[in-house]
């Protein structure tokens, strides 16, 4: 099956620092990827989604200054998560699809642990 | 507006008796239905998805899923659960005529014990 790869998988920063995850489709080129964030024990909270070449589209109440997005190319999004704060602490998930008809399947990467001091 | 139940908030079972993990969705349309698997500290994994056809829906390790259109449910099942498929599980619903936006249920953790 396609394979997404995060990284870093985990990251632990200081407050006021910004970090930058990067999302790739290993073995497909993605039409689309998605930013999630999961809270502990809880569902997936979609927060962008971004096309290459294009301007991410932010989910309602997510900051687009906060959590930047780049879809650099078909393999490549990065999220940059500036100017953290320990609420921004959580579980960060890209995903992507590889077609563009609604049928597609959504493929997740593994996810990266963000720990904000 | 579309929409995805789990009622369950945790199954537990004994390991080489039948699973069953519940979904119940609302979308306005035709659904594509989805089930994801998480392992702790892990991104979702597909297992399996139900865009038309056949009912019954065979998936990755031995877990299956039959669409019900007229109880609007699309549960998870496997007839021998192992300790390994403890984990937590996701339905997940795309309506047909609404581009691709998909919903995600709250989640379901499985317990198989030994």
């Known amino acids: 099956g396609a394979v997404v790869s995060q990284h870093p998988s985990w990251v632990i920063c200081k407050s006021g620092t910004s970090v930058k995850i990067e999302c790739r489709s290993l073995?497909?080129?993605?039409?689309?990827m998605f930013w999630y964030r999961q809270f502990p024990k809880q569902s997936l909270m979609l927060m962008a989604t971004?096309?290459?070449?294009?301007?991410?589209?932010?989910e309602q109440g997510v900051e687009k200054d906060k959590f930047l997005i780049n879809h650099a190319s078909l393999t490549l999004s990065t999220l940059t998560v500036t100017s953290a704060h320990p609420e921004d602490s959580s579980f960060y998930i890209c995903?992507?699809?590889?077609?563009?008809?609604?049928?597609?399947?959504?493929?997740f990467g593994p996810g990266t642990r963000l720990t904000v001091l | 507006a579309q929409s995805v139940a789990q009622p369950e908030d945790q199954v537990n079972v004994a390991e080489g008796n039948p699973l069953t993990v519940k979904c119940t969705y609302s979308v306005s349309g035709n659904p594509y239905l989805f089930w994801y698997v998480q392992y702790p500290n892990r991104g979702l994994q597909f297992l399996l998805k139900?865009?038309?056809?056949?009912?019954l829906v065979k998936g990755s390790y031995g877990f299956e899923a039959e669409f019900n259109k007229s109880q609007t449910s699309f549960h998870l099942k496997k007839p021998s659960a192992l300790v390994s498929d403890s984990a937590l599980y996701f339905c997940a619903v795309r309506d047909k005529g609404g581009g691709f936006k998909t919903i995600f249920g709250a989640g379901t953790r499985l317990f198989v014990k030994a």
């Open positions: 073995d497909f080129q993605a039409t689309t």
């Open positions: 995903s992507a699809r590889e077609g563009l008809i609604a049928a597609d399947t959504q493929y």
């Open positions: 139900y865009i038309t056809g056949d009912n």
């Open positions: 971004s096309n290459e070449g294009s301007k991410a589209t932010y």
